[in-house]
């Protein structure tokens, strides 16, 4: 499975979100569940699927999905 697809697949659980409203664009604010709270989980979430710890700097980067999908890219 591609990076891109799971993250949206933890996207979609953690923020109880439609895929379909899924896209690079969306960000933090953009949708009721992804508030502060929603992305404390979202983070966790993406820790554990990915298995690893996002640094501070890198968490207060992901204001978006495709601000995510650029961290974790540069992970691999």
């Known amino acids: 499975m591609e990076i891109r697809d799971r993250v ?5 659980k953690v923020l109880d979100l439609d895929r379909s409203i899924l896209n690079e664009e969306l960000s933090i604010g953009d949708v009721r569940t992804w508030d502060s709270l929603g992305q404390v989980s979202l983070i966790s979430a993406l820790e554990k699927e990915f298995g690893c710890e996002f640094d501070i700097d890198e968490t207060l ?13 540069e992970r691999s």
């Open 8 to 12: 949206y697949n933890v996207a979609t």
């Open 61 to 73: 980067e992901m204001e978006s999905i495709g601000d995510i999908l650029e961290i974790i890219k």
